[in-house]
């Protein structure tokens, strides 16, 4: 069974930072924890960042220069660093894992930040 587990997520400021982190564990010969998406009240799921097992980034271009994802290969851990958030970061953010050619979503976490 696979386990896609997020965790960071809370409320912050405006101007403050949060550490995200997902972890995939379970039974699979091929893991790939590809980062993350984001889903705001009312709107629809939207890429954050991902990060290739190569180390290769792609950002949506409203958090680049303010997020950061990072990997973990060796503990198949994905690390995404937010700084400089706004009220429009708020979102529930999910981490996305491909296991063995199968997509699996985390049950997501709130970033909340106020203004």
């Known amino acids: 069974q696979v386990r896609v587990v997020e965790s960071g997520g809370g409320l912050v400021q405006v101007g403050g930072s949060l550490r995200l982190s997902c972890a995939v564990s379970?039974?699979?010969?091929?893991?790939?924890?590809r980062g993350w998406y984001r889903q705001a009240p009312g709107k629809q799921r939207e890429l954050v960042a991902t990060?290739?097992?190569?180390?290769?980034?792609n950002y949506v271009d409203s958090v680049k220069g303010r997020f950061t994802v990072s990997r973990d290969n060796a503990k198949n851990t994905v690390y995404l660093q937010m700084n400089s958030l706004k009220p429009e970061d708020t979102a529930v953010y999910y981490c996305?894992?491909?296991?063995?050619?199968?997509?699996?979503w985390g049950q997501g976490t709130q970033v909340t930040v106020s203004s």
């Open positions: 379970g039974s699979g010969s091929s893991i790939d924890v």
């Open positions: 996305q894992a491909i296991v063995d050619f199968r997509v699996y």
């Open positions: 990060i290739g097992s190569g180390g290769n980034t």
